[in-house]
């Protein structure tokens, strides 16, 4: 059964799943990465596989179609799930610094279509829209359950980033805590707030848009940049240019202007840095701050072109090789 333990140290939880860990011997022999993928026999993604994954959750299906065909976009449950509905979420002091958590949660994989290769930006805009607006839904539901505190959809993109299925794919873990890093992000613009009476993402959105030389794209309702301050060569932010606090609040004409400039930013990045391993996260508040005004939700893009080193790993700041101005110039003059 997964739980999480408490960090004294960080003021941070960690999630131990023990159903998806190796035994400890087995790391001595853990293949390094590879460039991509490798494929273990059938792919349990694929139409047909169906009986491979966990009971469904969701699908979007062709008008018509069967329980187990004609879907275009699936949701399941992770097979070796980090946190689990059914687990408790009871506090247990296990010594004067030892505290833990039951690991209750949920981990659900989207299957973002039928095709076995497919990358994201190849999709038309109808199907990304589509896309959106299923996680958006899944992302709703789990709210509904008051144990749920945050919602973190991601979607890894390539061995570096973490994928261990070449199918095409986003995943879901709803926590019982707000993590820490979401916790400093969430803290950082309510002083923010607090100071000026604004919003710190919308007016970040806006002095992009005004300095001009980091952006790389946008459309009415959203903008996507390169930051001042990019932790790595072309992290790429998408901010909506209108305030908004929750992901689930998005409408669906919004979503259709989301899916337009995110399927434009992963094609340039696609034909810039020839397909690149990157990491893909939607950043939102946490339960009961849908309405606060100090948070912009927003899709932060992280490619892996670079590995974090022993300072980085040490200190916690990173040393970024390219500047975020070159970069933007780069993908701005890349067709997408």
Known sequence: MPFLRYDVTTGDWVIFAPERARRPH???HAPAPAETPSE????????GNEWMTGPEIFALRSAGGPDSSGWRIRVVPNKFPALRVEEENRHVEEGRLFRRLGGCGAHEVIIESPQHDTFLGHHPVEHIEQLLRVLQLRHNDLLRDLRIQQIVLFKNHGERAGTSLRHP???LIATPVVPRLLRLKHQIATDYFDQTGHCLYCDLAHEELEAGVRVVASNDRFVAFVPYAAHVPFETWILPRYHQSSFGQAQPSELYDLAQLLRLVLLKMYNALDNPHFNLTINTVPRGDENKPYFLWHIQIIPRLTTPAGFE???GMSINLMLPEEAASYLRSIRG
Not at 40 to 47: D, Q
């Open 313 to 315: 790993l040490g200190s």
């Open 40 to 47: 273990r026999g059938p792919c349990p993604f694929c139409p």
């Open 169 to 171: 794919h986003w995943q």
């Open 26 to 28: 087995e790391f001595r």
